[in-house]
């Protein structure tokens, strides 16, 4: 008796992902499908490929081990289309299905292509309807953002976070924020002192499944960035829960005084490191945030730690969600600032005589991984100062990254780190000077540039690059009262000064270190 094509993506493994929720075993079958076409429109880091490709197989397995029966076509199968809609087509061809059941997909480019199953369907087989159903996994809804967003003048972060928290009960006490302050960020702000232990982070061994992908990567992707060897990031819901209990119990503690740091040598320091299974779907943001709040409640991570955490959950990653899929089509496209300069190639090996670019790219490369402060306030720092063309950079930060799906990476990369959008995301650029590097890291005291210099002949090139970058764009963010402060020192500037630090500036983006 035809059932239910359920299809399930590879960022959806979630046992209750909406698409299975009302599974009948007996008659329904579960596609999940390994494509060339989302191996490849970008070129996805090796480590992000095996990472998706694992999981996918290890989720399959498990739905199996429950008797569910999983159509799974892998990638070098010889039938295998290599396309999302080609093999639900193929699939709806296998089993005949009364309808088609999916998730909503995170980002816009597959949105689009699902939107037109119906069609396809109705041309090629029996006409079957296709269900698209909401995400439930996020604590809102799109719909509920489209709402939140509708009639509001201001949609800063701020305030949908603290109605997130009342209306989720995190850190709540009888309405009102528990320590009286929804906001602790003024305390998460310190650089490291040396003294300070980095506590290390727990490697997931891979199994049998996982080995065979990495030699499938090996062979099918030879030319896409970073090695298919040394993989540790958790492929199951057991590893990520893993990986979970082992961030609350060693770093949650700690996470908030130095979620700003950066160190040589320590890619992770006081991160969760989840992101990767939190977007696929191995973890859920609600099991995450009881956790945090869990260890304050017991006492064993203070209220500083704990708030700034749930907040970057239940706060940044469902606000930048929502903007997403406000601004979409045109958050794609734009480019407020009218950055033009191509890529340079040292983001693509690290090659380069700046310390702190050269840290967080080869960390990049080795893990698929930096932390948000490297991915901010040094690779988006530079390219905000650089003005590269936001197209080259959005593509950079989804191929680099294990994390990096579009609907997240997107509003940080475009909104937060370009200000390619204009203000939507935040409310100025994140530009910054050798100065905030230096307080942050401990990279310049190693560095061939001189941090305190900007100038002379071996001037730090954030100095100047972040003047002229203010002088570029004066008239552009004249209106901006966060940026009161650096436009009023930049107008009190000496210009022979300037003039030498807009030289140089030039110069150095014109020499062969910032070649593309
Ligand atoms: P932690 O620092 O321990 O934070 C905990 C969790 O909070 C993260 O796992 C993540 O789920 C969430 N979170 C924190 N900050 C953000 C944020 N700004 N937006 C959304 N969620 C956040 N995150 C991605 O998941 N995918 C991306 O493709 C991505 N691209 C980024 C690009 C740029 C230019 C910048 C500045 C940030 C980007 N981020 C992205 C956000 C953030 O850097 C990563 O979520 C974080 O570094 C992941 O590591 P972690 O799990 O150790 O995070
Ligand atoms: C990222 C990714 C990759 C690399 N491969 C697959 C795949 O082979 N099959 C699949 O169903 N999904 C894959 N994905 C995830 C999709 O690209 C993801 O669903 C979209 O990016 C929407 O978020
Ligand atoms: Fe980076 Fe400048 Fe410090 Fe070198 S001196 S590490 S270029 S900020």
Known sequence: MPGTLRVILGDQLSPGIAALADLDLERDAVLMAEVRAECTYVKHHAKKLILVLSAMRHFARALQARGVRVDYVRLDDPENTQSLRGEMLRAVQRHRPERVVATEPGEWRVAEDIRRWQACLADEADGQEVEIRDDTRFFCRIQEFLTWARDRKSLRMEFFYREMRRRHGYLMEGGAPVGGQWNFDAENRKSLPKTVRVPGTPAFEPDAITREVMALVAQEFPDHLGSAEDFSWPVTGAEARRALDDFVTHRLPQFGDWQDAMKTGAPFLFHALISTSLNLGLLDPREICAAAEMAWLKGHAPLNAVEGFIRQILGWREYVRGLYWLHMPGFASTNFLEATRELP???????????????????????????????????GNFALLAGIDPDEVDEWYMVV???????????????????????????KPYAASGAYINRMSDYCKACAYDVKDAVGERACPFNYLYWDFFARHEKRLAGNIRLAMPLRTLERMDGAKLKAMRRKAAAFLESEQCKP
Do not use: K
């Open 345 to 379: 190639a040292f983001y693509w090996t690290g090659e380069t005589r700046m310390n702190c670019l050269r840290q967080a790219i080869t960390g990049t490369i080795a893990h698929a991984y930096a932390h948000h402060i490297q991915r901010l306030m040094i690779t």
């Open 401 to 427: 990254y294990a994390d990096a799906y579009e609907w997240v990476e997107m509003p940080n990369t475009r909104g937060m780190a370009l200000f390619a959008d204009g203000g939507l995301v935040g409310s």
